[in-house]
């Protein structure tokens, strides 16, 4: 597979209505803390920040609170003091993360030496007959490193990625991603649509993230409880007859990663459109589960990722661990 050329986005981000006081204040504050990581170096800033966010993370109790609760009902027969180490661990790799975008470049520049890329068979196999792919990415270790694939391929690729509400922060982040990484940007709004549909059509790659919480969606199993999950995947899959693949990034020790493609799911056509989608999405979930019971550190558990934890005991878990 031959190297891709970089693919600017063709969409740009635009400031088209009044900024607040408040926004002005954050992307000046961000600005700063960039020029501070920038100039302190990778591994120092990665190792700070998470040091940062693993002393005060677990003292903002409501969102704490929730990622225990996340772990404790995902591993029932962990101890207080297992579910809290790993609610820590989640908060340092945070922490890193954010430190590292201020570094992204470097990351990518250096891949061989910083990514450890698992799984490239795969990604040759499903590219290998000319069908579109579907990458499945996830919130683990640093995932804004899921494209580094694309370094290695010739693959053309779109991503669909959530704005941020500040509009200057959000294109901040916009144009370092377009500067560094292969790949056109798609907002997720009602565009995204057209965008999904015309990157399948011109049979080439498209990126969704695709473990976080709907109001609607399909009811699929996750780590054992059943969360409303985007069944856009598994339909563009079917309609489009696209291989999907399983797609993460693991921490393997401070700023040093492995990037792992995993095998493509099978994707099955019985012609009961909504049957074959509910199957589908059941498989992706299957295979998000083993990736984050493996990987348990790493991954981002803060989301309200479920309607209700079946297990809600959160005052036991502060009261032993602290």
């Keep these: 597979m031959t190297k891709a050329i970089n693919q600017q986005s063709t969409y740009r981000p635009s400031i088209n209505h009044a900024l607040t006081i408040s926004h002005r204040i954050e992307y000046a504050a961000v600005v700063v803390i960039f020029w501070f990581f920038k100039r302190l170096g990778l591994d120092a800033s990665s190792a700070l920040a998470g040091k ?34 790993v609610m820590c661990d989640a908060w340092e790799n945070l922490g ?14 250096d891949g061989s030496r910083r990514i450890e890329v698992i799984g490239v068979e795969n990604l040759e196999r499903a590219a290998s007959d000319g069908h579109p792919i579907i990458f499945c990415g996830i919130h683990m270790g640093n995932w804004e490193l899921q494209t580094y694939f694309q370094q290695l391929s010739d693959i053309r690729y779109k991503f669909v990625y959530r704005p941020v509400n500040n509009p200057l922060i959000d294109k901040l982040i916009f144009d370092r991603r377009d500067e560094i990484m292969h790949g056109e940007q798609i907002p997720k709004s009602t565009r995204a649509s057209r965008g999904l549909i015309e990157a399948l059509r ?4 498209l990126g969704l993230i695709v473990d ?11 780590l054992g409880r059943m969360a409303k999950t985007a069944a ?33 799911l099978p994707v099955k056509d019985s ?36 309607a209700k934890p079946t297990r809600s005991n959160t005052a036991e878990f502060t009261a032993d661990t602290e």
């Design 232 to 264: 856009t995947p598994a339909r563009l899959a079917l309609k489009f007859d696209a291989a999907m693949l399983p797609i993460h990034v693991q921490r393997r020790r401070g700023a040093y990663f492995r990037l792992v493609i995993g095998a493509p």
């Design 212 to 222: 976080q919480k709907l109001n609607s969606g399909v009811s699929a199993p996750l």
């Design 271 to 306: 012609g009961d459109v909504e049957k074959d989608v509910h199957a589908l999405t059941c498989e992706m979930n299957d295979a998000l589960s083993e990736i984050i019971r493996n990987n348990p550190s790493d991954w981002l558990w803060f989301h309200r990722r479920w």
């Design 202 to 205: 011109e049979g080439g790659g």
């Design 96 to 109: 890193r993360t954010a430190a590292e975008y201020a570094h992204l470049e470097e990351i990518f520049r």
């Design 52 to 85: 940062f966010c693993r002393s005060v993370g677990p003292r903002l109790k409501k969102i704490s609170s929730r990622a225990t609760e996340n772990i404790a009902a995902s591993f029932p027969s962990w101890s207080p003091a297992e579910v809290h180490a």
